[in-house]
C-alpha cells in the first residue's frame, strides 16, 4: 500500500475535493481480504464512513431511530430491513416520519447489548455500502468504531490507550466475530440479501477520530501548522465533550461537560406541546428547522432560533473556559454546529473573548462536522492494518 505524503491535512483534501488515496481494502493478522469501514454510533445519528471502489469517501449519517414495520397496503412503499430473520423494521428519517423514536441515549455496552440497536446498526451499514456502490452479497468488515472518550483507559504497558472492561466485553459477546444477515426490502418490494461480518472490531476514542483527519495527512503523518496545545469541543445530541491534546509529547485528556443540544430540543419540544414531539423528532426538527403539523411541512425557523437564543446560552456557558483560555487552540465540531444558531453564538462569544476564526479557532465545515468521527476510525483501522498491528 502506498500512501503518498503531502502538506495538507486530510481535513483539508476533503474539503478541497481531493481523494484521500487511502484503500478501502485490508488485511489484519493475516486475514483474508476485509472492507475497511468507520463508525461513530452517535446518540443522534449514526454516522459511516467507507471507500468507494474509485477510492472516494463515502459518508453517511442516519438518524439513530427506529421502528417495527408497518403493512403498507397501497402506494410507495419504505425500505424495511430484517436481521437474522427478525421482525422488519425501519430506521431513520423514515422512522422519524412514522412516529419512530430515539433508541436508548446510554454507554458503548448499554447500548451494543440492546437487540434493536444491533439491527439498526446492521442495517445502517448495508445503507452505507449501497451508498458506496457496492452490491448484495458477501461482506467481511474491518469495523473502525469511534467511542465515548470517557470509555478509554490508559494501557499500564506503553502510552497506548485501550477501552474499559465493560465496553471491551460488550464489543466482544455483541459484535466481534459476530455476522448478521440482512434482508433489505426496497420501496419496490425487490429483496436482497447482505451478509456482514465483524471480523475487526477496532475502538478508539471520538475525538481522537477528529483530530486525525483534522491534524495529519492521510499518510498518517501530522501536518505542521505550528499548534502544539488544541483544545476539541465536541457539540453531540447527547453529550457536550472536551478534548485537550498535547502534540509533542503526545497526550489526551477528556471530560464530560454535561448534555448535549438533546436538552435544547426536550425544551424545544415543551414549548410546542400540541406537536408531541419525541427526542428524536425534536433534535430532528432543531437541524431541518421544520416539522410536520397536521399533515403539512411546517417551517419553525423562528421558534428554533428562539429556543437556542434561550437555552443554547447553558452550553455556551459550559464552553466558556475553553474559549476563554488562551494558551490552547479551540476546534468545534459536531453535530451541534450544523445549528446556524449556535454556531453564530459559537462565533459572537469567541469574538469578545478575542479569539479570531482561524488563528484562535475553527468552527469544522458543516458538510463533516458530523462525520469527522468516523472517518477518522476507518484512517486508523486502514493505518493500523498498513503498519501491521
Not at 419525541?278 to 411546517?298: C, F, S
Request: one cysteine or more; aromatic letters at 6%; hydrophobic letters at 40%.
Amino acid at each position: 500500500m502506498t500512501m503518498m505524503e503531502t502538506t495538507q491535512t486530510m481535513l483539508e483534501r476533503l474539503l478541497g475535493g481531493v481523494p484521500l488515496g487511502l484503500p478501502g481494502i485490508v488485511r489484519v493478522g493475516g486475514s483474508d481480504d476485509l472492507r475497511a469501514i468507520g463508525v461513530d454510533n452517535g446518540n443522534g445519528h449514526t454516522k459511516v464512513a467507507l471507500f468507494h471502489p474509485d477510492g472516494r469517501l463515502c459518508t453517511l449519517a442516519i438518524p439513530t431511530v427506529y421502528r417495527a414495520a408497518r403493512e403498507i397496503r397501497g402506494g410507495a412503499g419504505i425500505v424495511s430491513y430484517a436481521v437474522n430473520d427478525g421482525s422488519r423494521f425501519w430506521i431513520g428519517t423514515d422512522a422519524l416520519s412514522h412516529d419512530g423514536d430515539a433508541l436508548p441515549i446510554g454507554s458503548t455496552a448499554e447500548r451494543v447489548s440492546d437487540q434493536r440497536h444491533r439491527d439498526f446498526l446492521a442495517a445502517t451499514m448495508v445503507e452505507c455500502l449501497i451508498e458506496a456502490g457496492y452490491a448484495a452479497g458477501i461482506h467481511n468488515l474491518a469495523v473502525g468504531i469511534a467511542i465515548p472518550n470517557d470509555e478509554i483507559v490508559m494501557k499500564k504497558q506503553g502510552d497506548r490507550l485501550g477501552v474499559s472492561r465493560e465496553t471491551r466485553d460488550a464489543l466482544r459477546q455483541n459484535l466481534y466475530g459476530k455476522t448478521f444477515t440482512v434482508v433489505r426490502t426496497d420501496a419496490f418490494g425487490h429483496e436482497t440479501t447482505w451478509v456482514l461480518t465483524y471480523s475487526v472490531m477496532a475502538p478508539q476514542a471520538q475525538s481522537l477520530g477528529t483530530y486525525l483527519v483534522w491534524k495529519n495527512a492521510p499518510n498518517g503523518l501530522a501536518v505542521d501548522n505550528g499548534i502544539e496545545a488544541l483544545t476539541i469541543i465536541d457539540i453531540g445530541t447527547g453529550d457536550l465533550q472536551r478534548t485537550d491534546i498535547d502534540v509533542n509529547p503526545y497526550r489526551l485528556m477528556g471530560e464530560k461537560l454535561g448534555a448535549g443540544t438533546i436538552t435544547m430540543a426536550r425544551h424545544f419540544a415543551r414549548r410546542l406541546p400540541q406537536l408531541r414531539l419525541n427526542d428524536a423528532q425534536a433534535t430532528q426538527a432543531m437541524i431541518t428547522r421544520t416539522v410536520r403539523a397536521e399533515g403539512r411541512r411546517v417551517d419553525i425557523g423562528t421558534q428554533v432560533d428562539a429556543i437556542i437564543a434561550a437555552e443554547g446560552q447553558d452550553l455556551i456557558a459550559r464552553m466558556l473556559p475553553a474559549l476563554q483560555q488562551n494558551s490552547r487552540f479551540v476546534l468545534f465540531t459536531g453535530g451541534g454546529v450544523l445549528l446556524p444558531g449556535l454556531r453564530q453564538a459559537i462565533e459572537e462569544r469567541a469574538a469578545i473573548a478575542g479569539k479570531t476564526a482561524g488563528q484562535g479557532y475553527e468552527i469544522v465545515p458543516a458538510l463533516y462536522a458530523m462525520s469527522l468521527n468516523a472517518i477518522g476510525a476507518l484512517v486508523a483501522v486502514v493505518h493500523s492494518a498498513a503498519s501491521g498491528q
